[in-house]
């Protein structure tokens, strides 16, 4: 198993999460890229968030964050042009030690708060009433989607599609309960004093 791999994280800490979905491709909307429909549902899409005084590009840059206590990794990750592989960088010496039991309630956080700043991504959401989301990994090159993804077998998107039942959540529930380390986000204090 790679160390970069969350499904142990995800069996030990989130079980409610861990299985492998199945949807009828007729009935989902897809997260694919940004720049195609529904391209906002994806936390690369170009949707501002501010926390604790904070600017971030968007959810996965903060998402990323979440990972590091570390001041070095933390202004590294937050300047990078793809904060996901400067993460992957700096993960194996500097990441939190407790990652694994709060990534479900840091994706739920990043998730929460791109609901309350982002118009374009509720009215998205709201559009998507009546259908499954999923994260299509058709392009990626392993054979089976990652815990965040699907892919397409026969005419059912497949896979643990963890972002799109979160969005699913957040669509029909209007909010996602987490609840994080106090120092969750102390990583926006580092930023800060940086400035």
Not at 22 to 32: L, M
Request: aromatic share 14%.
């Amino acid at each position: 198993m790679s160390f970069y791999s969350i499904a142990p994280f995800i069996e030990r800490y989130y079980p409610q999460y861990y299985s492998i979905e199945r949807y009828p491709a007729d009935e989902c909307v897809t997260i694919h890229k940004v720049k195609e429909a529904w391209g906002i549902f994806s936390n690369f899409a170009p949707a501002p968030l501010v926390v604790n005084g904070v600017t971030f590009r968007n959810s996965e840059q903060l998402f990323q964050l979440m990972k590091f206590r570390d001041k070095e990794a933390v202004l590294a990750v937050y300047h990078a042009n793809n904060p996901k592989m400067m993460a992957k960088h700096w993960e194996r010496t500097c990441r939190r030690g407790d990652w694994g039991s709060m990534i479900v309630d840091a994706m739920k956080f990043c998730l929460q708060t791109k609901y309350e700043q982002s118009e374009d991504f509720r009215t998205a959401l709201t559009q998507s009433k009546g259908c499954f989301i999923v994260e299509d990994q058709a392009s990626f090159p392993k054979k089976q989607p990652d815990t965040w993804g699907v892919k397409l077998m026969g005419d059912e998107y497949v896979g643990p599609n963890l972002l799109g039942r979160l969005l699913m959540e957040l669509r029909d529930n209007d909010c996602l309960d987490y609840n994080l380390p106090e120092d969750a986000l102390a990583f926006t204090e580092l930023l800060k004093s940086n400035e």
